[in-house]
């Protein structure tokens, strides 16, 4: 079949390999899961246009309108606030206080805080080669230690006299080993999946800085929605409507910036997935589409899940349990199909309501199997995260040590804020791989052909020995093994 275009021509020059050719691309599928697909459709954007643009347009004026709000809160509202409250104090302070002694060296908590930031980046990077080398063994493993935990919880329960709780340890042990024998066949592929994404994320490592701008954007947001909203409380009407609005603005803000994120993970994930040989950063132009031609469909996905999360926050202090349940579960299972959906906004550039209805046939053809995957590989992904918690913590202890040997209160404070900041260090670099394992999974079921023929070495690893995967591969036209097509 012939070569086609490759998929970053939107940016200017193709990819290039290390050695100066031009980076091929080539798709064997035409008749894919999708219907008809070419791959000049799905990832050369030479003829993109803006998706969604109405939600593209209703973002940036919502915003406007926030940081107006908030520079009135933050210029006029908040300084006049403080003059009534000081106005109307009458108490006086003039009684002499001894100054509090304080030894403690604020030199030494930025420190702490850098060592464990630097800690938990490297934490994150090491995990990562460890995902690509022993990704199989560490998620038996942690099927292993779920079956030992429920195991310990019925020992617990007997040993203490509680029945219940040994009654429904034995439930839950019975579910976990049921669970792990009928999957265990299916874990070689989320093994391989992490090893590609792995891969994808360490060789273009363009998508962990767009992983780490979105990170401080979301924050700058969420400093500028304060503001806003101390301005809306200190006026002098109360309405509902507003503060639903508000909250609504809170989580699309934060809910976007994410999702940019994780689509321009996916972005990069799928042109390695189409193109053979090494690109030249790819992540520039994947986050250039998700922030231009995409972003209307990410700002519309993105509404979607922030207004269930502003109706959960306005029914917070209800006593309607069963209703909080409900709007979780919908929440989550949302969330969860965008993810699947954003994937098929960076691949295909297509409307948010297109990339629903195709994800809706993906799962209809390969539900079962994309949660079965997601579930092996979060398995991998949150032990990472978690060792990660514990190691920083572990530096940070040390390192205020060396600077409050008699503080306990500061070495605490260390402790606690350097164990969050490394932690949420590794998460940035595992979520860019959980991300491409989406992307991955996505692009393997509608077309393996592809992966046969620019990345082999990946089809070996996705079929070799997942008989499942090998029939999938067949069903798409692809033969037996080593990246052979069936004419």
């Keep these: 079949m012939a070569a086609v275009p490759p998929p970053d021509n939107v940016d200017g020059p193709s990819p290039t390999t290390t050695s100066g050719q031009t980076a091929t691309a080539t798709t064997t599928s035409t ?11 799905r990832l050369a954007y030479t003829k993109s246009q803006y998706r969604d643009l109405w939600a593209f347009i209703l973002f940036y004026v919502h915003v406007v309108v926030i940081i107006v709000v908030a520079i009135y809160g933050w210029a006029v509202a908040i300084p006049e606030a403080a003059e009534e409250a000081a106005a ?15 030894d403690a060296n604020p030199a030494g908590v930025l420190i702490t805080l850098v060592v ?24 038996k493993i942690l099927l292993f230690v779920q079956i030992a935990c429920w195991v310990v919880v019925i020992i617990l329960g007997i040993a203490i006299g509680a029945l219940v709780l040994a009654i429904i340890g034995g439930i839950f042990l019975l579910i976990t080993c049921l669970y792990t024998w009928c999957i265990w066949h299916r874990i070689p592929f989320a093994a391989a999946c992490l090893w590609c994404a792995s891969l994808i994320v360490q060789k273009y490592p363009g998508v962990i800085y767009t992983a780490v701008l979105t990170v401080f954007l979301e924050f700058i947001w969420i400093l500028i929605w304060i503001f806003a909203y101390v301005a809306y409380l200190l006026g002098e009407t109360d309405n509902n409507i ?6 609504i603005s809170l989580y699309w803000g934060v809910n976007v910036w994410r999702n940019v994120s994780h689509t321009t993970t996916c972005g990069v994930a799928a042109t390695w997935y189409f193109t053979s040989g090494t690109l030249a950063s790819p992540a520039k132009g994947a986050f250039k589409r998700t922030c231009t031609t995409s972003f209307g469909s990410i700002c519309f996905g993105s509404l979607l899940v922030a207004i269930l999360q502003a109706i959960r926050a306005m029914l917070r202090g209800s006593k309607n349990g069963l209703v909080m349940c409900l709007l979780h ?9 965008n993810k699947y959906a954003f994937a098929q906004v960076a691949i ?5 309501w297109q990339s629903a209805q195709r994800t809706w046939d993906l799962f209809m053809n390969n539900g079962l199997k994309a949660l079965i995957n997601d579930d092996l590989s979060g398995l991998a992904l949150t032990c990472g995260a978690l060792l990660g918690l514990v190691v920083c913590g572990i530096v940070s202890y040390f390192v205020g040590l060396a600077f409050y040997p008699n503080g306990e209160a500061e070495l605490i404070a260390c402790v606690v804020v350097g164990a969050v900041l490394g932690y949420y260090a590794v998460v940035i670099i595992l979520l860019c791989v959980a991300s491409g394992v989406v992307a991955i999974f996505v692009c393997f079921a509608e077309d393996p052909a592809a992966c046969a023929t620019n990345r082999p070495e990946a089809y070996e690893r996705l079929t070799g020995v997942s008989p499942v995967m090998q029939e999938i591969a067949q069903n798409r036209g692809v033969g037996g093994g080593g990246g052979q097509q069936m004419a």
């Design 329 to 337: 579960c919908i929440e989550r299972i949302m969330r969860y199909f």
């Design 348 to 352: 295909y550039g297509t409307t948010f």
């Design 31 to 41: 008749q894919g899961e999708f219907g008809d697909s070419e791959f000049g459709d």
């Design 242 to 247: 507003v503060t639903f609005l508000l909250f």
């Design 116 to 139: 464990s930031l630097v800690a938990g980046i490297l934490f994150g990077l090491l995990w990562l080669q460890c995902m690509k080398m022993f990704a199989e063994y560490i998620i």
């Design 88 to 102: 109307a104090s009458t108490t006086s302070t003039t009684t002499t206080e001894e100054p509090m002694e304080n």
